[in-house]
């Protein structure tokens, strides 16, 4: 990719550079280094890499089965599995080349108090932003119970954003009524991006045993099974960011370049790549180069001028960044 097409591709994200609107997102990538071992994967093909889901204290996570493979998609419960963020911030941290992207934390907790404790402990350190994950389906507390409710998910912004000037991303759910009216408190109480959207809750059963196929009965739902319905969150989470210069990182399904436009255009600033990465680990280098190629195609100087360009039925079309 020459000098030309790399600036096409690049984003301003809260002040952060993004070398790609690309975003690894949480739980498909470990702790940053896991896909630097695949021959020809290279995390400066992407913008961003956002960390496993760490809680204050470590995790084991559920019983197995974790994951469990579903039509155009994957069940999984994970249950948060993490060392802890002091480890994550002692032992993980230094082995990470801030050289090649930007490391986003993901917060998660079962109280408020320690939603800000993780906060505190992660302004304190080399990480670049981040995301709040109020929106974890696969924990008894805290997790979606938060994210559900728009003034617990506003209590937890309000108590992060109290001990960091550091980017702040709230991760928002699907599994709730008003999204927009999540995301408007949500603004107030200081938070400065979005990610839209983590998984939507589902089940498989064995009928032989007549049991749940994953150990949690429960998992969050992930993949191009989503997709059309993480297209109409953005699209209304959007709505309310426009006018607060506020951006979000699009996800749910994306596996082609065609998908990231998608979510470009009903008003994502980046775009998530998460369970495609299980299936086609290479698959980032083929994304940026099919949105530069649409990019020139349709006249468009940078990615950044696609963002919200989506033109409802009822409205005219409009050239590129009109
Ligand atoms: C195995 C697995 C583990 C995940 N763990 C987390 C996590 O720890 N924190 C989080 O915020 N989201 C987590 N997610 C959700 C993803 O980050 C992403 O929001 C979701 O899977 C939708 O994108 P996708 O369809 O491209 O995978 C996980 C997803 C999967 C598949």
């Known amino acids: 990719m020459n000098a030309e097409d790399k600036a096409m591709l690049a984003v301003d994200f809260c002040g952060l550079d993004f070398q790609t609107p690309l975003v690894l997102l949480s739980g498909c990538v470990g702790f940053g280094e896991e ?3 695949v021959e020809g994967f290279s995390n400066r093909d992407v913008g961003a890499v956002c960390l496993k889901g760490t809680t204050l204290e470590p995790r084991l996570g559920n019983a197995p089965h974790r994951v469990f493979e579903t039509p155009a998609g994957m069940l999984n419960a994970i249950g948060l599995q993490n060392p802890g963020s002091a480890q994550v911030i002692e032992s993980i941290l230094p082995g990470l080349d801030f050289d090649e992207t930007r490391f986003i934390a993901n917060l998660s907790g079962s ?4 939603y800000q404790a993780i906060a505190r402990l992660f302004d304190d350190s080399p990480i670049d932003a981040m995301e709040i994950n109020i929106s974890c389906p696969n924990v008894k507390e805290g997790g979606v119970a938060f994210g ?3 003034d617990m998910s506003a209590r937890v912004v309000q108590a992060c954003r109290a001990v960091t000037d550091k980017p702040l991303i709230t991760k ?3 599994n709730q009524t008003d999204i927009a ?12 991006a979005f990610a839209v959207i983590n998984t939507l809750m589902g089940m498989a059963v064995d009928v032989e045993s007549r049991s ?19 297209l109409l969150k953005v699209h209304q989470v959007y709505q309310v960011c426009r006018g607060h210069g506020i951006p979000i990182i699009g996800q749910g399904g ?10 470009l255009i009903a ?9 495609a990465l299980f299936y086609d680990p290479l698959i980032c280098p083929r994304i940026n180069a099919g949105i530069v190629d649409y990019l020139k195609r349709h006249g468009c100087a940078g990615v950044g001028q696609l963002t919200g360009t989506l033109r409802l039925n009822d409205a005219p079309p409009a050239p590129c960044g009109a």
């Open 35 to 37: 896909y630097t071992r």
């Open 111 to 114: 109280t408020v108090e320690e």
């Open 148 to 150: 559900n409710d728009p």
């Open 172 to 174: 928002l759910s699907p």
């Open 181 to 192: 009216e999540n995301a408007r408190r949500c603004i107030e109480a200081g938070s400065d």
């Open 212 to 230: 749940p196929l994953i150990g949690n009965n429960q998992g969050g739902l992930s993949g191009p099974a989503i997709k059309p319905i993480a």
């Open 254 to 263: 994306i596996a082609s370049a065609e998908d990231a436009l998608e979510f």
């Open 267 to 275: 008003g994502a600033s980046a775009v998530g790549i998460g369970t």
